[in-house]
Nanobody, 113 residues
């Protein structure tokens, strides 16, 4: 299984970015896809996740600002990030769990103040 993430970049505070992550390979149909992030000097943390049935989870720090969605036919997960803050700056990693864990390569998101 391979995960290909895209969509990171540099944005001013208050702006928006959309991340995408496409999974390919042999994937169990019942799974969860999500996004983690890791800022310099900090532990990797879960930002949001969505199951193949559509149930979602968000970290408290992003509730009301970020929206996670997925296209099951394309095995793709999206993270719409709105009202970005400098503290959202991190490398964002997509993740797929179907009994095993798979990780994407990470994409940098930088929010300037």
């Amino acid at each position: 299984v391979q995960l290909q993430a895209s969509g990171g970049g540099l944005v001013q505070a208050g702006g928006s970015l959309r991340l995408s992550c496409a999974a390919s390979g042999s994937i169990f149909s019942i799974n969860s896809m999500g996004w983690y992030r890791q800022a310099p000097g900090k532990q990797r943390e879960l930002v949001g996740a969505i199951t193949s049935a559509g149930s979602t989870y968000y970290a408290d720090s992003v509730k009301g600002r970020f929206i996670i969605s997925r296209d099951n036919a394309k095995n793709t997960v999206y993270l719409q990030m709105n009202s970005l803050k400098p503290e959202d700056t991190a490398v964002y990693y997509c993740n797929l769990r179907d009994g095993k864990y798979y990780w994407g390569q990470g994409t940098q998101v930088t929010v300037s103040s």
